[in-house]
């Protein structure tokens, strides 16, 4: 059971939009941690999409958007393609475990 | 541009210590503003961090509570690599193994190619 929870999987077909949610608690995200996202392509490392909740590293598209709200955080997909299919990760930091911990992730398959 | 190298056997036998090594080229391990850090990956754990190692005015050392028993990481200076020891290690520990840096509020990046580390008889 990750401490940061994610759906299992998100499905959407090319061209749409698709959202993956990620809940925490008072002590991560809800106690204002950054919340960095990680795409994983099969077979290779996580990559970070998103830092500091909002922020796109240089070269990641601005089809992928983060939001936060509460201690909840969310990563927006739009205009789906077919090389979005891959696995997407939120992390935070705990201060409960006083360590990083990661959302259980969300399998992305594009229709 | 950052880039790190993992290096460590992908076998290693229960009871054991489960060594890995990561080379660092673009940046320094004695950077005031980064951090070094080891992940795992396993279908039963998922993405679990495991410990990191950062100097800021001095070493500092920092271990997730589920492994903080058996864990090690240290810097190496004249190589500009860090390293990971897990002692004790039982099949649970089988997993692929990342090192990643933590850049200072910019997220964590770039990721080690990982290794597949087996523990097994």
């Known amino acids: 059971q990750s401490v940061l929870t994610q759906p299992p999987s998100v499905s959407g077909a090319p061209g749409q939009r698709v959202t993956i949610s990620c809940t925490g608690s008072?002590?991560?995200?809800?106690?204002?941690?950054?919340v960095h996202w990680y795409q994983q392509l099969p077979g290779t490392a996580p990559k970070l999409l998103i830092y500091g909740y909002t922020n796109r590293p240089s070269g990641v598209p601005d089809r992928f958007t983060g939001s936060k709200s509460g201690t909840s955080v969310s990563l927006a997909i739009t205009g789906l393609q077919a090389e979005d299919e891959a696995d997407y990760y939120c992390q935070s930091y705990d201060s409960s475990l006083s360590g990083w911990v990661f959302g259980g992730g969300t399998k992305l398959t594009v229709l | 541009q950052v880039q790190l190298q993992q290096s460590g056997p992908g076998l290693v036998k229960p009871s054991q210590t489960l060594s890995l090594t990561c080379a660092i080229s673009g940046d320094s391990v004695s950077s005031n503003s980064a951090a070094w850090n080891w992940i795992r990956q396993s279908p039963s754990r998922g993405l679990e961090w495991l410990g990191r190692?950062?100097?800021?005015?001095?070493?500092?050392?920092h271990y997730a509570i589920s492994v903080k028993s058996r864990i090690t990481i240290n810097p190496d200076t004249f190589k500009n690599q860090f390293s990971l020891q897990l002692n004790s290690v039982t099949p649970e520990d089988t997993a692929v193994y990342y090192c990643?840096?933590?850049?200072?509020?910019?997220?964590?990046?770039?990721w080690g190619q990982g290794i597949l580390v087996t523990v097994s008889s």
């Open positions: 008072s002590s991560n995200i809800g106690a204002g941690h950054d």
């Open positions: 190692t950062y100097y800021r005015s001095k070493w500092n050392n």
């Open positions: 990643v840096r933590d850049q200072d509020s910019s997220g964590w990046y770039p």
